[in-house]
């Protein structure tokens, strides 16, 4: 069965550090999404991307965030100074369209935590 | 805006028993319902969905959601739990029409004892 794959499972990084989070898309999906779980809360949207632009963001994804699909199978989640706050589990998902009420495949998560 | 409402922050049900994991939702058009289950270091799993057509909705290991329009509700149900039905369960709504991000409730903590 096709799945989301993302990397790395778990990050270590110092507060002002850089971190890029990958993920590959189930291999037909049209529309890709960044959500994060901090620890005990709920998940909650960052972004939506689809024909290599972002198509929705939330309050949190702001200028310290940006996402890319640098080729045809990556889809990576940046964050340029991470914070104390960005310690969390990130998730990927990919979906095949919007119609039918097209449900989300998630990944496994990346482990975020920030020192 | 639409919002996705979970009150319970854990179930407790005895193996055997049925289990109602309860959601209500808020949207200014017509919703597409989505649960959705998490084990322990997991990513989120796809259980069921309601798009439009009948109320009562089955999914994935013997699992149903009911729609209930007029009590804006779409509770989760299992007529017979499992130890192995413990997890993490979320609700989650989008629109229908135009584009819309899936929003998820707080999620609900199933505890099933043997």
Not at chain 2, 6 to 25: F, H, I, M, R, S
Not at chain 2, 49 to 78: C, R
């Amino acid at each position: 069965e096709p799945e989301v794959t993302q990397t790395p499972s778990h990050q270590v990084t110092q507060m002002g550090q850089e971190v890029i989070l990958r993920c590959v898309p189930i291999s037909n999906h049209l529309y890709f999404y960044w959500y994060r779980q901090i620890l005990g809360q709920k998940v909650e949207f960052l972004v939506s991307f689809y024909n290599n632009e972002i198509s929705e963001k939330s309050e949190i994804f702001d200028d310290q965030f940006s996402v890319e699909r640098p080729d045809g199978s990556n889809f990576t989640l940046k964050i340029r100074s991470t914070k104390l706050e960005d310690s969390a589990m990130y998730f990927c998902a990919s979906s095949e369209g919007q119609g039918l009420g097209g449900e989300l495949f998630f990944g496994e998560g990346s482990r975020l935590t920030v020192l | 805006a639409q919002s996705v409402a979970q009150p319970e922050d854990q179930v407790n049900v005895a193996e055997g028993n049925p289990l109602t994991v309860k959601c209500t939702y808020s949207v200014s058009g017509n919703p597409y319902l989505f649960w959705y289950v998490q084990y322990p270091n997991r990513g989120l799993q796809f259980l069921l969905k309601y798009i439009t057509g009948d109320n009562l909705v089955k999914g994935s290991y013997g699992f149903e959601a009911e729609f209930n329009k007029s009590q804006t509700s779409f509770h989760l149900k299992k007529p017979s739990a499992l130890v192995s039905d413990s997890a993490l369960y979320f609700c989650a709504v989008r629109l229908h029409s135009g584009y819309s991000t899936l929003t998820f409730g707080k999620g609900t903590m199933l505890l099933v004892s043997p």
